[in-house]
């Protein structure tokens, strides 16, 4: 087993002095709290909703590191939820209502057609943050999103990018042409592909689950764990880069390598890296079935197994 700890505060921050972790994270869940009350109304909020409870979900794994309490495991829902949600609005017929459930609550959400953050990005957010709650239903419904609308958001991205969609959602749903895809999302990372974002955080962040699915695919083990080693280690080496980094909460959780580790691990891979990048409870799916993550679906939260978390 590799151990690889997680990047600490930078140096020049007196944690006990300048940073009120509780409080900070208190905040940024009223924020989102509050954003949500006004999704069905609210365009802004519709926009900013999927960013803002990922943010809660990653800020709540630096107070949680293994995800162990219900609250974490909640904040991961809702922001695959919300992910979710904004592909639904956006497939739905022009001028309809879409029903979703959201945090034990139906909202009715307006169709939005192509909008600019109905992008390739969220796309893979929703489609990682799916993988690691393990929503196969949701999972085929992002998979029959149409490149297309992604294209039609007016966002840039490099041609990879739509490379790596299209490999996700054909695995998915099981149609041909996987590898083909997936190759040309590997060719068009490199530094003579990519214009539109830097190369580091190609290297370190966008590339590794891309690789790390391709070790998956092959099935060998060994070179899985190795490749996820080197994704954790890249990510840690990325996100403790410079003090603004390490401040942020999108470094706490290594969320592409993580969702491919998911896959895996239901596939009966061993997982042979130990980090708080890859909370213990999400990828063992330690919290499962304790929250109706279905619509229109009603169900109470049960009790843990064990302590805080069900095993």
Known sequence: MTRIPRHGYPAS???????NVAAGLKAIARTANRMLERIERSEL????ALDMTLTVAEARCEVDPD??????????????????????????PEGSTVTCRIKEKEWHLPATGAQP????????????????????????????????LLRESGATFDEY????????QRFWVGQEDVSTHLVAAVDGTGPDSARHVDQEQMSMVLYPPIILFY???????????????????????????????????????????LAIACLARDKGFPIEV??????????????GDEIDTAFHAQKQRKAPVHSSCRS
């Open 45 to 48: 909020s519709r926009e900013e």
């Open 117 to 148: 953050h109905v992008n390739a990005y969220s796309w893979i957010q929703a489609f990682y943050l799916a993988m690691i709650c393990r929503e196969n239903e949701r999972l085929t419904e992002l998979a029959r999103v149409p490149v297309s």
């Open 161 to 168: 990018i739509y490379s790596w969609v299209e490999t996700l």
């Open 274 to 287: 130990d980090s708080e990048y890859l909370p213990k409870a999400l990828l063992n799916y330690a919290w």
């Open 13 to 19: 921050i007196n944690v006990e002095t300048d940073i």
């Open 215 to 257: 070790r998956y695919l092959r099935g060998d083990h060994a070179q899985f764990n190795e490749a996820l080693t080197d994704a954790i280690r890249w990510h840690k080496s990325y996100w403790s880069g410079d003090d603004d980094r390490a401040m942020s909460s999108e470094g706490y959780v290594a969320l592409g390598p």
């Open 67 to 92: 995800a162990e309490e219900f609250e974490t495991w909640e904040a991961w829902v809702t922001a695959m939820q919300l992910g979710s949600a904004q592909f639904v609005m956006a497939t739905a």
